[in-house]
Structures are given as structure tokens and as C-alpha cells.
């Protein structure tokens, strides 16, 4: 079975400034995609970043960048240039060949004008 | 414009009284998906369809049931909710089933069942 953990329930960032969001994963499959999804207040799920887990370079989106380590099952997100609208829940997800998306439980970010 | 569209956005209703939120996408998605989200759980499955006809449980699948008659719309059916089912709902449609490509969210529906 897949679980993914998100250990950080809350963060905070200066507007500027860098943040980087933990999620870790566990699959015994060897073929999967890792997203990070973003929830505004409106509460719709909005891609951030996609990573294939055959490849090796990390996945950028402008100021979103993923660190992706494969053997330690870890995928992070850094937001560069942290903005008022990068506030919002953001959550880790897995999914396997059949499509099916597993979330991890979410972290809230806030961000400090 | 391509979306998914879930219908109500909002229901409040009682314990026992059999309810529909259907879902539907205009962009010819074969898989289609119900995530429900609670507080400190995140988003998890209850059922998913790979194509018309096709459907099958996810994680959290016990009082719901899905049908899939046409491949633009896969309706959430609670026969008798029960308060356990008080949560925000989330359909979900991707192009292919197979291959984990993006996919698209509905709005969502936020249940209450008193």
C-alpha cells in the first residue's frame, strides 16, 4: 500500500522569502508520479508540480522546485519569492499506473507581509 | 472550457435521506475519481472509474456507491448518509487511465449530514 507523510501541519514564510515543504513517501512499486497540489481558500486543487520517478532532475515550475530523492523516498517543495497568494494548504500525492492519487494529510502555509 | 463540474456546491440534509451529487467533464477523460477531504486526513479514495462501465473501490468506498453509464459523468450515491459522511467531496477526471497524468478537480461539494 502507498502512504504518503507530510510532517509539517503548519509553516510560515516571509513574503520574499524561501520556504521548503517535507513529504516522504513509501511504495513497493517501481514506476509512480509525485505531485504536490495546492488548496487555496476557494478550496480547489490546483496542480503545482509533477515528478516522474524515472527521472532523475528535479522538476521546476518558475519559483516552485521540487527535491526529489528517490532512495530516501523523500519529495519536497521549495517556493522561491514567497507571495501573498502562495498562501494555502498544499499536499503531497502519489500515484501509481492505475491513476489512483494518495495523499498525504496536508500542510497549512501562511505567509507574512 | 474544459472543467469538471459538480453539482450541488452545498447540501445540508438529514440522516437516512438518500442523496446524488453528480459529477461531469467536457474534456473526454476515460478515468474518473471521489476523493473525500476531512480535517488532519487529507484527501482519500472512495471510488474510481478506468471507463464507461467500469468501476471499482478505493480506500474509503463503505456507504457510497458509483455508477458510470456515460464516460462524462460518474455520480457520488449515498443510499442512507449518516453523519460519519459529513465531509467535502471532490470529483476528480484524468485523460487516460493507465498513466498518471494530471488530474483535474472539481470544485467540490461540502456535505453536512445532521
Known amino acids: 500500500a502507498q502512504t504518503v507523510t507530510q510532517s509539517q501541519p503548519e509553516m510560515s514564510v516571509q513574503e520574499a522569502e524561501t520556504v521548503t515543504l517535507s513529504c516522504t513517501y513509501d511504495?513497493?512499486?517501481?514506476?509512480?508520479?509525485l505531485f504536490w497540489y495546492k488548496q487555496p481558500p476557494s478550496r480547489q486543487m490546483i496542480l503545482v508540480i509533477r515528478q516522474e520517478a524515472y527521472k532523475q532532475q528535479n522538476a521546476t515550475e518558475n519559483r516552485f522546485s521540487v527535491n526529489f530523492q528517490k532512495a530516501a523516498k523523500s519529495f519536497s517543495l521549495k517556493i522561491s519569492d514567497s507571495q501573498l497568494g502562495d498562501a494555502a494548504m498544499y499536499f503531497c500525492?502519489?500515484?501509481?499506473?492505475?491513476?489512483?492519487?494518495?495523499f498525504g494529510t496536508g500542510t497549512r502555509l501562511t505567509v507574512i507581509p | 472550457e474544459a472543467q469538471v463540474t459538480q453539482n450541488p456546491r452545498y447540501l445540508i440534509t438529514v440522516t437516512g435521506k438518500k442523496l446524488t451529487v453528480t459529477c461531469s467533464q467536457n474534456?473526454?477523460?476515460?478515468?474518473m475519481s471521489w476523493y473525500r477531504q476531512d480535517p488532519g486526513l487529507g484527501l482519500r479514495q472512495i471510488y474510481y472509474?478506468?471507463?464507461?462501465?467500469?468501476?471499482d473501490k478505493g480506500d474509503v468506498p463503505e456507504g457510497y456507491k458509483v455508477s458510470r453509464k456515460e464516460k462524462r459523468n460518474f455520480p457520488l450515491i449515498l443510499e442512507s448518509p449518516s453523519p460519519n459522511q459529513t465531509s467535502l467531496y471532490f470529483c476528480?477526471?484524468?485523460?487516460?487511465?493507465?498513466?498518471?497524468?494530471?488530474?483535474?478537480f472539481g470544485p467540490g461539494t461540502r456535505l453536512t449530514v445532521t
Open positions: 476528480a477526471s484524468s485523460l487516460r487511465t493507465g498513466t498518471p497524468l494530471e488530474q483535474y
Open positions: 472509474s478506468m471507463n464507461v462501465e467500469v468501476t
Open positions: 474534456m473526454n477523460h476515460e478515468y
Open positions: 511504495t513497493s512499486e517501481s514506476d509512480y508520479y
Open positions: 500525492a502519489q500515484s501509481t499506473g492505475a491513476n489512483n492519487l494518495f
